[in-house]
C-alpha cells in the first residue's frame, strides 16, 4: 500500500509560482510512475503532467506545456509539480497518483491506469 499526501497548495496571483510536492509513504515510489492531474470546479478530473519510473520520461497536457515542470526525487520518495506563469484557468485541486510500472520508460496518461492517489491540494489563482 502506498499513501500519498500532497502539499504546497495555495492562493497565488495570476503570473505567479507554486511548487506542489507529494510524499509517499508505506513503500518506495521507484518502481513507480507518477502523474498529477487536477479538477476545476464544475469539471472532471485531467491530466497534467507524468513522469516515468526512470525520471527520463515527462509529459504535459498542452495548456501547461512550459509552465508546469514535474520532476522526482525517489531518495525522498517525493514527487515535485513546479508551476510557473499561473493562470486563472489552473484553479483546482490538484492529486497526485502512482501506477506500477516496468522498468523503463512507461508513461500512463488515464486516471483509471493509476493504482493509489493522494487526497489533493488546493490551488488558486487570482486574476
Known amino acids: 500500500q502506498v499513501q500519498l499526501i500532497e502539499s504546497g497548495g495555495g492562493l497565488v496571483q495570476a503570473g505567479g509560482s507554486l511548487r506542489l510536492s507529494c510524499a509517499a509513504s508505506?513503500?518506495?515510489?521507484?518502481?513507480?510512475?507518477m502523474g498529477w492531474f487536477r479538477q476545476a470546479p464544475g469539471k472532471e478530473r485531467e491530466f497534467v503532467a507524468v513522469i516515468s519510473r526512470s525520471g527520463g520520461m515527462t509529459y504535459y497536457v498542452d495548456s501547461v506545456k512550459g509552465r508546469f515542470t514535474i520532476s522526482r526525487d525517489d531518495a525522498k520518495t517525493t514527487v515535485y509539480l513546479r508551476m510557473n506563469s499561473l493562470k486563472p484557468e489552473d484553479t483546482a485541486v490538484y492529486y497526485c497518483a502512482a501506477k506500477q510500472a516496468p522498468p523503463y520508460s512507461s508513461v500512463y496518461f488515464a486516471q483509471d491506469r493509476y493504482d493509489y492517489w493522494g487526497q489533493g491540494t488546493q490551488v488558486t489563482v487570482s486574476s
Open positions: 508505506g513503500r518506495t515510489v521507484s518502481s513507480y510512475a
